[in-house]
């Protein structure tokens, strides 16, 4: 009985704790490596390589995100989460942030208690389908098998464009990326659907990969991008502006390689506060000086991150909606001042 | 005697008093208890509040952004039909499927079960080597292994369906049978009414030949006459009214086979694995109630003359279903739990599309999985009360 008041007491204590919420940086840097929630099973954007490492332009996010806060880009423990599970593991303070090439949308950012921070990959949602269905145009999908991925911005874009063109269609929807492929492999349905970027890395994994095409349309806007929990403002603002550092270093041309002597030997003004000899950028940020320097040096900045990542898969960058503004693109990232 | 000692004694301080403690922990614990619970509630709306989250039933009269693709009793409409909708789509099917399961797994359990006392050493080991097969793999595997590696590896594509007559198709994609359609109302309720008639006049013959049998001894073959009642007098009916109810066939269409009654592979799949997974288990516990039954009674059944076959059906298993039952409705209310795997081949059950998609798309964690867990347990405390009950009728009556 006594000892059983004692539990009560105690699990009483733990609830009462909780019910306040510390900030996400004394989190991690108490527990000394940041925890991301990625995706894993999707290549360029996260998938481990041979020698078991995760590689892809969002797991870069989170190593450029340990490498701010920490110093130290290696000290991150990465939660592999499916579509359905990220926004609860992310509220529920399993990780620290999501970086699990995730849509924004209104709804999420408001009613979800989620805050995105920018955008990493601006993509677009297509088709894939089977060569030998002669099909050339979605608007010829009127009564397919679609193969998806539950718990997406796809699913609902797929439902839009079929009620909105007065198409039908039949749903299979699978919980992970490498179950939907392979449902598409096999034969579950006529039509794999996801963000166009995924579509080609998912189509090289097939077991014929010739035998598939990827159709013409773009059906909806997906802009991807990291992130964190709504009411931490701090945090929200040191995710945020790891990413502009990453895109801000490219556009003042500042390399993993070129790091070092540029620290050194620059006197251009943009690159001095960038990498923290001029200025109080990091403290600002609740960080050390050397912030950006040590996610540039670590990581790379973002054209670095993306040649690394995407280019293998045949995503060209050049001139597309993914390169800096000052070459056509629409990156576009807020001075470092 | 005793009242003088309890006179006579110094009083006993009231917190000493035995009952007086005990009350005042029983008051503590319920005060620990009430506390905790409510500060588990108030954290969960603060946190939810400070999170900017809004929970409440509302959103259960929104459309539906998504499509549901198996529905064969409630229709869905994408673009008009609610979250409710949805709701109650996942209830049916997780219903379809556990139903179909708890029928196949008790029939195949009660075989395998009964192979493994054969006489026979090979049925004996066939059902042996079943039972170890598949009682000792994860469910999750066997259900993808016969989804993925099986049927859809070596099932042909909707084109190249294999056919029964053209009008029963098989593919990769599902089962595509003939669907009854009503021409005309009046006369399919004329034969319905024959139907359940003639079903009434089954009961009263197999009534009145179970008196016969037990006055005079004389046994009357109920089951082929009842069979050719139920066959007959129907189709008779259908004839005279001049066919009210004709066939939808399913029809190739560009993609696919559509009308019809269709059976997705997923259904198919998930049916198939819960159902030789269970019944895995249903033929243990089959096992054992028939090694219950003390031998005598089949040596006395024996001995009075009953064959094998008699002795099994009207001594053996009738004891034995007293011992049955209890741990085959635990194996029922696996079953129907276990079916929520089905994401995993894309079934359209109760969490794949409620606590799965519905949750994600709108972020009601709490009202949402508060929602399912209610629905299991309804499921679950009505499959144990139905089985319960026969149960309790069962049992042997002690005199």
Not at chain 1, 263 to 273: A, E, G, I, L
Request: aromatic share 10%; glycine share 8%.
């Amino acid at each position: 009985m006594n000892r059983l008041i004692t539990i009560a007491l105690a699990a009483g204590a733990v609830l009462i704790g909780s019910a306040a919420t510390a900030g996400t940086l004394e989190d991690v840097k108490k527990r000394g490596h940041l925890i991301c929630g990625i995706n894993n099973a999707v290549p360029g954007f996260s998938a481990p390589d041979d020698k078991g490492k995760m590689q892809g332009i969002d797991v870069d996010v989170c190593y450029a995100t340990a490498a701010a806060v920490l110093g130290d880009a290696n000290k991150v423990e990465f939660t592999p989460l499916t579509a359905k599970e990220r926004f609860t593991a992310l509220s529920s303070g399993e990780v620290d942030l999501l970086s699990r090439n995730t849509t924004h949308t209104l709804h999420r950012d408001s009613a979800l208690g989620l805050n995105f921070t920018y955008y990493n990959y601006i993509d677009g949602q297509g088709f894939m389908v089977k060569k030998d269905l002669g099909v050339k145009s979605a608007l010829e999908l009127d009564g397919a098998a679609v193969c998806i991925q539950q718990g997406t911005t796809t699913e609902l874009n797929l439902a839009d464009y079929f009620r909105s063109n007065n198409m039908k269609y039949q749903p299979i929807g699978y919980e992970t990326a490498p179950q939907t492929r392979d449902g598409f492999d096999k034969g579950a349905c006529d039509v794999l659907t996801s963000d166009k970027s995924q579509l080609a890395a998912q189509r090289t994994e097939l077991k014929n990969p010739d035998g598939a095409i990827i159709l013409p349309e773009i059906i909806s806007k997906e802009p991807l991008g990291p992130v964190v929990r709504q009411g931490d403002d701090v945090w929200f603002n040191i995710v945020k502006w790891v990413l502009f550092a990453m895109i801000n270093a490219e556009e003042a041309g500042i390399t993993s390689s070129n790091a070092d002597d540029m620290r050194k030997n620059s006197k251009n003004p943009v690159v001095r506060r960038i990498l923290g000899v001029e200025g109080e950028m990091g403290r600002e940020l609740q960080l050390s000086s050397d912030w950006a320097y040590n996610i540039i040096k670590q990581v790379g900045n973002y054209g670095e991150s993306y040649q690394r990542n995407l280019e293998p898969l045949g995503i060209a960058r050049k001139g597309s909606v993914n390169d800096l503004w000052t070459r056509g693109g629409i990156l576009y990232a807020p001075p470092i001042r | 005697m005793k009242q003088d000692s309890t006179t006579n004694a110094p009083a006993t301080p009231w917190h000493r008093d035995p009952g007086v403690r005990a009350l005042i922990f029983q008051a503590m614990l319920l005060l620990v208890v009430v506390w905790s619970l409510g500060t588990i509630f108030s954290n969960t709306v603060t946190n939810l509040e400070n999170r900017g989250i809004h929970t409440g039933f509302d959103f259960l009269h929104e459309i539906a952004p998504f499509a549901v693709g198996f529905s064969p009793f409630i229709e869905f409409k994408l673009g008009e039909s609610t979250y409710w909708d949805v709701f109650l789509i996942g209830i049916q099917n997780t219903i379809i499927v556990s139903f179909l399961g708890i029928v196949a797994a008790t029939l195949l359990g009660f075989v395998i079960g009964i192979m493994r006392l054969s006489p026979n050493w090979l049925v004996s080991k066939i059902a042996s080597v079943y039972i170890e097969t598949f009682r000792n793999i994860p469910l999750l595997l066997q259900i993808l292994f016969w989804n993925f590696a099986i049927f859809l590896t070596n099932l042909p594509g909707p084109r190249q369906s294999l056919s029964l007559g053209e009008t029963v198709f098989l593919n990769s994609r599902g089962l595509y049978m003939p669907r009854p359609v009503t021409e005309s109302e009046a006369g399919a309720w004329i034969v319905i009414i024959v139907g359940i008639a003639a079903l009434i006049g089954c009961v009263v013959l197999y009534r009145w030949a179970k008196r016969r049998k037990d006055q005079t001894g004389q046994s009357f073959p109920v089951l082929s006459v009842s069979l050719a009642i139920m066959i007959l007098v129907p189709t008779l009916a259908f004839f005279i009214t001049g066919s009210p109810v004709g066939v939808e066939l399913p029809e190739l269409k560009r993609f696919n086979f559509e009308g019809g009654m269709q059976m997705p592979l997923a259904l198919f799949s998930l049916w198939f694995a819960l159902s030789t997974y269970t019944a895995a288990f249903i033929g243990e516990t089959v096992r054992g109630g028939i090694m219950a039954v003390d031998h005598g009674q089949t040596e006395a059944a024996s001995a009075l003359g009953l064959h094998r076959g008699q002795v099994l059906r009207l001594v053996v298993v009738p004891q034995a279903l007293r011992v049955i039952i209890p741990p085959a409705i635990s194996q029922f209310l696996n079953l129907t739990k276990n079916s929520s795997l089905a994401v995993a081949v894309a079934y359209e059950e109760l969490v794949s599309i409620w606590s799965g998609i519905a949750l994600n798309q709108t972020g009601q964690a709490l009202v949402i999985i508060a929602m399912t867990i209610v629905v299991y347990e309804i499921l679950s405390l009505t499959t144990s009360a139905i089985l319960n009950f026969y149960n309790y009728r069962i049992q042997l009556v002690e005199r």
